[in-house]
């Protein structure tokens, strides 16, 4: 038996996210029934990012074991076509037997993007959340800024999903919002309703860690999101952190505005 | 009576384009639906691009009469509560009795957007056209410089859509290839299946003219693809415009690549 690893993307949004589920139809049934299809037995995937529904990825990693012959680098390919355009392999390569996509240290990386703008946009409708309200982008920066490093982020962890582990100290190696503005917005008169001409532009919160916790993300970016609409003050950020009590932090932010970009092993790097 | 000019943005994957049709909905029918729903009395609406199916806008402009007091920049919000989310009025203001938003001379801008990469992006896949191939950009560009200015462009008309109107002469203002490279995707292990790293990027062709052919875009991107990926050389584009023939162009390049950004009406502005 050989252990193959595949880096999957897609689009959550017409999926209940990755586990298979009794509920509806999840990116992990979808690609199994790919696989089955392609080699023709039951084969199943474990996945490194459990990820919610309507959440979407660039980079999650899931594993199979087959004794196909297939180069692995060809699964990429082969898979593909099996699969709905909503879900793209992206690399495939082998891996050792030992390797586990969950048990095995990893580096990920989410992003978290809004779209902040008058009206919506029907275009980016389905990755960004949009925002009508003004933020104060350099606040969300200086708040994200405490982050950073290893903390218990027991504030920021959601109720329900997967068992708790039994810590909650995870580091944050990198954390930045990227701001673009959108000039082709420049001739469409966006403007708020008193007629004023608005500056409209995306940000993306960017965070890369060695785990983020059940909701951490989400969390993080609607804690990021009051104090950039001036509901609270930069200074929260540390206390909640200190608080290791969910309630301290904001509202988990909608599931659409999420994609895990990446997940890298640096043991096996 | 009063005129009301509409700025409307719609993802196009879900429609059969603007014009109302018997086979499928049209964003004509649901904008309409809208409108009357909004106004409680039969109101209809009429459009300066009827886009084909499967074409996006940002800036679409569709007009409609109405007796009903509200203000006219009010439309906008009021509107988008009673449409879909993917579409969306970008602004709404009142326009003279006499103003036609096809019989009116106009600038617009169209975008045709390619995703040049080894393997699809599903969050890119309804609005970007895949390419696989490597395309020669500075080609493409210089290629596309040759239709700026004022030219008859029966070579670059679509059999169908409209009835033809009295001339093929249209005059391209500007014209440009944007090249993007996608700096998310270095982690990824994007490579082709020979193993080696691709760089991976999105191209933008953008053009703003006085007037456009039914699919005249669409065939100048199928064109310049053509070119990129030198399949025929840059000299053959001022050929293709010289020869007045539909057939010496390339294919009609797919719908969903192609976004109307933008519509001016300088006799008004």
Same mark, same amino acid.
């Given at each position: 038996?050989?252990? *193959?690893?595949? *880096?999957?993307?897609?689009?959550?949004?017409?999926?209940?996210?990755?586990?298979?589920?009794?509920?509806?139809?999840?990116?992990?049934? #979808?690609?199994?029934?790919?696989?089955?299809?392609?080699?023709?037995? !039951?084969?199943?995937? #474990?996945?490194?990012?459990?990820?919610?529904?309507?959440?979407?990825?660039?980079?999650?990693?899931?594993?199979?074991?087959?004794?196909? %012959?297939?180069?692995?680098?060809?699964?990429?390919?082969?898979?593909?076509?099996? @699969?709905?355009?909503?879900? $793209?392999? =992206?690399?495939?390569?082998?891996?050792?037997?030992?390797? /586990?996509? %969950?048990?095995?240290?990893?580096?990920?990386?989410?992003?978290?993007?809004?779209?902040?703008?008058?009206?919506?946009?029907?275009? $980016?409708?389905?990755?960004?959340?949009?925002?009508?309200?003004?933020?104060?982008?350099?606040?969300? $920066?200086?708040? @994200?800024?405490?982050? #950073?490093?290893? /903390?218990?982020?027991?504030?920021?962890?959601?109720?329900?999903?997967?068992?708790?582990? /039994?810590?909650?100290?995870?580091?944050?190696?990198?954390?930045?919002?990227?701001?673009?503005?959108? !000039?082709?917005?420049?001739?469409?008169?966006?403007?708020?309703?008193?007629?004023?001409?608005?500056?409209?532009?995306?940000?993306?919160?960017?965070?890369? +860690?060695?785990?983020?916790?059940?909701?951490?993300? %989400?969390? *993080?970016?609607?804690?990021?999101?009051?104090?950039?609409?001036?509901? %609270?003050?930069?200074?929260?950020?540390?206390? *909640?952190?200190?608080?290791?009590?969910?309630? =301290?932090?904001?509202?988990?932010?909608?599931? /659409? +505005?999420?994609? @895990?970009?990446?997940?890298?092993?640096?043991?096996?790097?």
């Amino acid at each position: 038996m050989r252990k *193959i690893k595949l *880096i999957v993307a897609y689009d959550g949004t017409n999926y209940c996210g990755w586990q298979i589920q009794p509920n509806g139809i999840t990116v992990q049934e #979808v690609l199994n029934r790919a696989l089955t299809d392609l080699l023709g037995t !039951e084969t199943r995937t #474990v996945a490194a990012s459990r990820t919610d529904s309507g959440v979407h990825a660039r980079g999650n990693v899931a594993v199979f074991s087959t004794e196909a %012959r297939m180069p692995a680098e060809r699964f990429t390919f082969a898979l593909n076509t099996y @699969l709905p355009p909503d879900i $793209r392999i =992206q690399g495939s390569e082998e891996v050792p037997e030992s390797f /586990h996509p %969950r048990f095995t240290s990893t580096i990920k990386t989410y992003e978290y993007k809004i779209l902040c703008r008058t009206i919506p946009d029907p275009l $980016r409708r389905l990755d960004y959340l949009f925002c009508y309200d003004r933020l104060d982008v350099e606040a969300m $920066r200086q708040a @994200l800024a405490y982050l #950073v490093g290893e /903390h218990d982020f027991k504030s920021f962890q959601g109720a329900g999903g997967e068992a708790s582990t /039994h810590t909650t100290v995870r580091t944050i190696y990198k954390a930045e919002i990227l701001k673009e503005e959108l !000039e082709e917005d420049t001739g469409n008169q966006v403007q708020d309703p008193g007629g004023r001409q608005r500056e409209a532009y995306t940000l993306r919160i960017r965070i890369t +860690g060695n785990g983020f916790l059940y909701n951490m993300v %989400r969390i *993080i970016a609607g804690t990021l999101l009051d104090i950039g609409r001036g509901h %609270r003050p930069v200074s929260d950020m540390p206390q *909640i952190l200190a608080a290791k009590d969910r309630t =301290q932090a904001g509202p988990t932010a909608p599931a /659409h +505005g999420l994609t @895990l970009l990446e997940i890298r092993y640096p043991e096996w790097e």
